[in-house]
């Protein structure tokens, strides 16, 4: 099945820093969308993506849709403490139609530690 | 209420209970899905209902069955559970013509002793 590479892992950095992060795949994806999750919460979805070459903003938080179709980039700026949390890409791969179109390949995701 | 409410947030279910979680989304969503969530690993999908209809079983066990009596409403029932099947159960719901923006509510974290 489809497979979403997110890195890093994760990451420490200090307040204020920029922040960034991707997500890559072996085969092309149609839609790319970003989601943060805090401890005990479903997650949250904070951008969408549609088009190659897209990009958007929500706040402080930028997203890329990757002219390859493969990957995707989160940046973060200037960090605040709240921004803790594990942000997940997911995508809808090109090959989904019909009955398998309503599902979203998941990444593992990136945790981010924000140090005050 | 707004957004997708589950309830209930944490369950401790013995392998021979039978239970149920309950999803409610207030968004008039038409789509609505069950995800397990586990440790290290990604969201696994379960379950989708679209219009009430069951469009995808991506093969989950006969342990879990899920309800969808109308478009706001989704459950899962369980019987005989596993203690693997310990994890997060995510609901989540999206509008037609746009299901890949899809919203989660909280969760509920299930422990099988």
């Known amino acids: 099945g489809q497979q979403l590479n997110q890195s890093p892992q994760s990451m420490f950095i200090q307040e204020g820093e920029d922040v960034s992060m991707n997500c890559t795949s072996s085969s092309i994806f149609n839609t790319w969308l970003w989601y943060k999750q805090d401890p005990g919460e479903g997650p949250v979805l904070l951008i969408a993506l549609y088009k190659a070459g897209e990009l958007t903003s929500n706040g402080r938080l930028t997203a890329q849709f990757g002219i390859t179709r493969k990957d995707s980039f989160l940046n973060i700026s200037a960090s605040i403490p709240s921004d803790v949390g594990i942000y997940f890409c997911a995508g809808q791969p090109r090959a989904a139609s019909g009955a398998g179109s309503y599902q979203l390949t998941f990444g593992k995701g990136t945790k981010l530690s924000v140090i005050p | 209420e707004t957004g997708v409410t589950q309830t209930p947030r944490h369950l401790v279910m013995g392998m021979t209970n039978k239970k149920s979680l309950k999803c409610e989304q207030h968004?008039?969503?038409?789509?609505m899905y069950w995800y397990k969530q586990s440790a290290k690993k990604p969201l696994e999908l379960m379950f989708v209902?679209?219009?009430?209809?069951?469009?995808e079983n991506n093969s989950v066990p006969s342990r879990f069955s899920p309800e969808c009596p109308n478009s706001s409403h989704l459950f899962l029932h369980l019987h005989t559970l596993q203690p693997e099947d310990s994890a997060l159960y995510l609901c989540a719901s999206s509008q037609g013509g746009n299901f890949y923006e899809q919203y989660f509510g909280p969760g509920t974290r299930l422990t099988v002793t």
């Open positions: 968004l008039g969503h038409n789509a």
């Open positions: 209902y679209n219009f009430k209809e069951q469009t």
